[in-house]
């Protein structure tokens, strides 16, 4: 069973399971298959074009990923995202062009989960490092002194010996206790091993990481932590997301899949949304004007072609409509829905528990739970995994009994309930109009189809096998399928897994103007603070409202944790603010507020010169560059004006309340 792939001077290297093999979980075995072409110092992909069953995935794309580079890969579902990891790696033929890579780069990509095998986490990953566990090997038998000499000093120039903690690290991070670092991977479900796989890529550190959708298998803090760490890492990565703020805070650089080409912008996704919808707009715009110059050069023609007097201006005119290159109009994409239906108001509160206790068998997880639910609260689960927010979603949702105390709900309250697993259990030899068939029998299948097509489901996908569908599909099925019923709360557990951007902005959308509760559990930090008005935190066996707000959450998960023979320092005594100190404040504030209004200024005016068409025309390229250059510079300036403008603020309310 492969976990990587690793490319090493011109052969591909696949690790795959051997279980017979004591020594090593996987087997490097060398492929005769040549790398597709070598680059001097950096990723370059020249002119290629992959078909497929007849069907053209990327044509004539060309793009260079400069070394050391963090880039996220996007485009919409099904554009050839995943193929064109593949295409790098080498796994696919051409149909033309070359991917060039830097000669003896090692590429590392997540393919599929950790054996269940009886290895340890800590010495699955430390095995992802062949080179040092061979030299570790030969280190144990090698008898010559020369040879030995040399074995330690190279496993000195790679820093062996510090290999176990950096593996560990790597582990906890995403997720895995000291303990549970020394269990078997046996011990863990496939979603578990497949966080294992993503800490032994990261642990070998290939020159090339490719990473596709990586955080659909973790939770909120390894998400977090992943994002952390890819500012960090040391080589080149480029990344396949769906994930918003992973591509605001973890990338440089948007690779954008479509239309079957390649675009890259520099910056992160919010820069590139803003780019290409400028771009959108002035092609827009262009392909406008040339369409009424066309008519114009048209109407001359057709109306004097016939006078000899005006035949040779006439004959001009054809021969510049021949001329003309067409300009085209972006088309835009089916937008994307979700229409969730409307549930009657219900007296609040639709749920409430006194004294609530709850676990499996004899142990209890979560204790005191003193929680009331009404049907306009918006309210996010936060908490480190294992820590019972699935215990409580399966309380709330009456998937799981109070073992103690009270929980009383609505005698009319239905209950909407989606969590990741409900996609896999959904029947792949029936179509997804059979599904609602089998819920909604009474209705006809036009309005069944009616509701599928509002959840983004076609004709074709609606008589499509759901074996066939995409990942992204089926889980708006099952979303659909949580919705039937027009709950008075919705529970959604990882909703956003599959669904590629535009999908989870129509998310959002749908969840804001829809008139029931929800609770939210979701890695995506995006939704959660769009969505949300209310943060719950499950730690150490109760559920407490959580005070401060998302950014402060995640720097308290990005904080290391204090040692335990530490004590925490006293708060000191707040002071209350002086005349004067108000004062100063107050002129930092509008000073603060003066800097955001002339930086907008300046980016207004940054932002009407590009979009001026004639920057665009052909040998403006470098000038074009240095505007968007600027404008770059002018967001980031904003973006940390503003931060402090906001700091003025909250020190100004804080003293005026003191």
Known sequence: MGLFFLVFAGTRVNFCARPNMQHFPWKAVIDAAPVIGHGDDMLKISDITYSIAGRTLVENASVTIPTGH????????????????????GEMVLDTGVV?????????????????????LINTVLRADTEREALLAEAETATDPNRIAEVQTRLSDIDAWSAEARAASILKGLGF??????QPCSAFSGGWRMRVALAAVLFSEPDLLLLDEPTNYLDLEGALWLEAYLVKYPH?????????????????????????????????????????????????????????????????VDRFKAKASKAKQAQSRVKALEKMETIRAPEDAARTVFTFPKPEELSPPIIATEGAAVGYDETIILRDLNLRIDQDDRIALLGRNGEGKSTLSKMLSDRLAVAHGKMITSNKLRIGFFAQHQVDELYVDETPLDHLIRERAHEGQAKLRARLAGF????????????????????????????????????????????????????????????????????????????ADRLWLVKDGHVTPYEDDL??????????????????????????????????????????????????????????????????EDGKAGELATWNAKYAEVMTALERAEAIWMQSLEKLEKAQKS
């Open 177 to 182: 206790t000291h303990e549970e670092q020394l």
């Open 236 to 300: 080149t990565v480029l990344i396949v997301s769906h994930d918003r703020e992973l591509l605001n805070r973890s990338v440089g650089g948007i690779l954008h899949l479509e239309d079957k080409g390649l675009i890259y912008y520099t910056g992160t996704y919010d820069m590139f949304a803003k780019q290409r919808a400028q771009k959108r707009a002035l092609m827009a715009s262009a392909a406008k004007k040339q369409d009424a110059k066309r008519e114009h050069l048209q109407a001359f």
């Open 100 to 120: 060039n890579i830097p000669q003896g780069w090692k590429i590392g990509g997540v393919s599929q989960e950790v054996p269940g095998n009886e290895v340890s």
């Open 70 to 89: 963090k880039v996220g890969l996007v485009g919409r579902n099904g554009s050839g995202k995943t193929t064109l990891f593949k295409i790098i790696r």
């Open 456 to 531: 983004g489901l076609g004709a074709d996908q609606a008589d499509t096998e759901v074996g066939r569908l995409s990942g992204g599909q089926k889980a708006r099925l099952s979303l659909l399928l949580a919705t039937l019923p027009a709950p008075h709360l919705l529970i959604l557990d990882e909703p956003t897994n599959h669904l590629d951007i535009e999908s989870r902005e129509a998310l959002v959308e749908a969840l804001t103007a829809y008139t029931g509760a929800v609770i939210l559990v979701s890695h995506d930090m995006h939704l959660l603070s769009m969505v």
């Open 551 to 616: 950014l402060a959450y995640r720097k308290m998960l990005l904080t290391p944790d204090r040692p335990k023979s530490e004590k925490p320092k006293p708060a000191p005594k707040v002071q209350k603010a002086t005349r004067e100190q108000i004062t100063a404040l107050r002129s930092e504030v509008k000073k603060g507020e003066e800097r955001v209004n002339k930086i907008n200024a300046m980016r207004d005016k940054l932002a009407k010169k590009l979009a001026d068409p004639v920057l665009y």
